[in-house]
């Protein structure tokens, strides 16, 4: 008979997988706890036995797999890394090292993955269920908010308040000394950070690799502007074409010699911290509807949250498919900005 919890309206149990586990991969992003909890508690709810994988696909080779329990995710849904570690593991790109993870997988008889992590953690779940058919379902987790089938990813709406909180304070020094700021944010390939903690900022130029020569357009303006104004913002993506954000001040000060200007580079602080209020419950959704999926024998998807609404893409698109940044938040910020 089945356990009647199943059949209270969110989840209908249609019994496909009986043991999953889930890991973390990649770089790590506030939430990730948030997710790994909703998907404990969600399995728990299904009647499945579930394992956590320590330390990504590295754990899955080394056989670090062990049983948890709705109370071994107690107490963690506020707290930013993750419980469960993550790694970029170059074992898993060979034959030799995936074989060995199956093997690891298939002792503990685990029929069904939920992978929480970008780019490289699909990439890996969508090889291993070609080479060995593991059914696997991916959880957007990247401060970057690079991955196509979501709106947002997991860590993104943590970062960006982080960002945006580092750029407050620069600003009162800024202001105090009239001096101009390069602030660089992280966005290995993407600007979403940038522009978005950028506008939350209110910087006065944002340098991102969607955009090409915005140095001359950007200080086309900060010139007209700097007649009345003593003290700029500018916040620059990692991966931005004209260089970093220490090249563009060297640029900025060659032009504007009499100008005092200074960089942060805020790095890995936008990775940790108590993930916002939106973390949370984004996590929490992905993570429970990564379970349901499994249980109704999705696979091979990523799952996301567009318009409010839970959707599955596959991952080869999740992958390759390139999520633009928003053009109209981008042409909005160059009015606001001038
Ligand atoms: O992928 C997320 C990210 O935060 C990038 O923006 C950044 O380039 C990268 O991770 C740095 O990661 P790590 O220092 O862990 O290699």
Redesign the pocket.
């Known amino acids: 008979m089945q356990n009647p919890r199943i059949n209270r309206g969110f989840f209908i149990y249609f019994e496909v997988v009986k043991r999953i586990a889930v890991f973390t991969s990649?770089?790590?992003?506030p939430g990730m706890n948030a997710c790994i909890r909703a998907v404990v508690r969600a399995s728990v709810h299904f009647n499945l036995e579930v394992f956590g994988i320590h330390g990504g696909y590295q754990g899955m080779i080394e056989n670090d797999i062990h049983p948890m329990s709705a109370s071994s995710v107690a107490n963690i849904i506020q707290y930013g890394g993750t419980i469960l570690k993550t790694a970029?593991s170059k074992d898993f790109m060979s034959p030799e090292g995936r074989k060995k993870a199956y093997e690891n997988l298939q002792s503990h008889g685990i029929e069904g993955l939920v992978c929480i992590g970008?780019n490289g953690t699909y990439t890996g779940a969508m090889k291993f269920y070609e080479e060995f058919g593991i059914p696997a379902v991916g959880c957007p987790g990247?401060?970057?908010n690079?991955l196509a089938g979501t709106d947002y990813t997991i860590g993104y709406d943590t970062?960006i308040n982080t960002a945006m909180d580092a750029i407050d304070k620069i600003r009162d020094t800024a202001d105090a000394h009239n001096r101009v700021f390069f602030i660089e944010v992280?966005?290995?390939h993407?600007g979403h950070?940038a522009l978005n903690a950028g506008i939350a900022g209110g910087a006065e130029g944002i340098f991102i690799p969607e955009k090409e020569n915005e140095f001359e357009e950007i200080m086309k303006f900060y010139e007209q502007k700097s007649r009345t104004k003593q003290f700029s913002i500018f916040v620059v993506a990692?991966?931005e074409q004209e260089g970093h954000a220490f090249d563009i001040a060297k640029k900025f000060q060659s032009k504007f010699p009499d100008c005092d200007s200074r960089v942060t580079v805020l790095g890995?602080i936008?990775?940790g911290g108590k993930p916002t209020a939106n973390d949370r419950i984004l996590a929490s959704r992905l993570g429970a509807h990564a379970v349901k999926a499994l249980t109704e024998g999705i696979k091979g998807v990523a799952v996301g949250i567009i318009n409010n609404e839970v959707v599955f893409t596959p991952f080869q698109q999740a992958i390759y498919d390139k999520k633009d940044i928003n053009q109209k938040l981008w042409i909005m910020n160059d009015i606001l900005t001038r």
Do not use: K, Y
């Open positions: 990649g770089g790590d992003a970029r970008g990247t401060i970057d690079d970062a992280m966005g290995r993407s950070i990692e991966g890995h936008q990775r």
